[in-house]
């Protein structure tokens, strides 16, 4: 066996969670099934491998040799070698059998490897799912100065900027954002997020000039018709991330059906579930209730 191939990645079944499928949350895998007996098998993997390299380490490659690991060859249907799979997100996104010409092989590879912006992008994920928020926005910053045009890493900036639950944030901070969210705008992006986006940056501007959550807790007793206090209320309520009742007086003012508040009402409140996606029966529970106030 030459020398190259013994260099490679080679798994079995214990380790394809961890270096499959775990993997390739940050980068694609790339997962090579051969066997020693087959000649386009010793052809591809050391080109693989080349290329891997030449990736400077923006995929990874991963060995499985079929004859020993039947189990892993059958779960992929594996019935001509060489096959190769190509894992994201811990799922397959492409494939192919049989063993291609370097030409062929870089262009699969272009289709399915990300930029390194983008690897920079999904870095910061991983950093910010570990609680490193300043790790993940140094990373995204990163990202975006290797590709100004990379819309989901600037969307990905103003989230991570406005995660923050405290009722007042560093002026920096919401400055930032909002030029990420400027920067966004013209270019190609997740519509809905980024308006979910645009008003937890309004909540936070808007906090700073609103009465307090006492006052208007008080208003709203006081006057339960105050549709622009209910309003002003939610506001508060998102500025702290208080999603639940902030969607009550989303509800309250939509129950109304009258008034300017009511149409904004209902923005916020498809824009709040964008935002509490992380939530996802809280979610459920005020779709059916808001679909069941907007058609009584």
């Known amino acids: 066996m030459p020398e190259l191939l013994q260099r490679m990645l080679e798994i079995d079944e214990d380790a394809f969670e961890r270096e499959v499928l775990q993997a390739s949350r940050s980068l694609p895998v790339v997962l090579d099934f051969w066997a020693p007996w087959c000649g386009p098998c010793r052809a591809l993997g050391p080109l693989l491998e080349q290329l891997e390299h030449g990736y400077a380490g923006r995929f990874k490659l991963v060995k499985v040799n079929a004859d020993i690991n039947s189990q892993l060859a059958a779960r992929f249907q594996v019935r001509s070698i060489p096959y190769v799979l190509v894992f994201l997100d811990g799922a397959v996104v492409d494939g192919f059998v049989g063993a291609l010409p370097e030409q062929q092989l870089r262009a699969f590879l272009d289709r399915m490897v990300p930029s390194a912006s983008e690897l920079e992008r ?33 969307l990905d900036l103003a989230e991570l900027l406005l995660a923050d ?48 959550l006492d006052e208007l807790r008080r208003r709203v007793s006081a006057d339960p018709a105050d549709l622009s206090a209910r309003l002003a209320l939610a506001q508060r309520y998102i500025a702290v991330r208080c999603f639940e009742p902030a969607l009550e007086e989303l509800l309250e003012v939509l129950r109304c059906k009258r008034g300017p508040e009511v149409d904004a009402a209902r923005r916020i409140m498809l824009d709040v579930f ?23």
């Open 165 to 212: 639950a405290a009722p007042s944030m560093e002026a920096s901070r919401l400055d930032e954002a909002e030029r990420a969210l400027a920067a966004a705008r013209g270019l190609r992006r997740d519509e809905a997020r980024f308006r979910a986006l645009e008003t937890r940056l309004a909540s936070l501007r808007a906090s700073a000039a609103l009465p307090s």
């Open 122 to 154: 999904r870095r910061a994920r991983e950093l910010a799912q570990r609680g490193d928020g300043a790790a993940a926005t140094a990373a995204l910053r990163s990202a975006l100065l290797l590709d100004p045009s990379n819309a989901d890493a600037e």
């Open 274 to 296: 964008e935002l509490a996606a992380d939530q996802p029966e809280l979610v459920a529970g005020y779709r059916r209730r808001l679909a069941a106030t907007i058609n009584r």
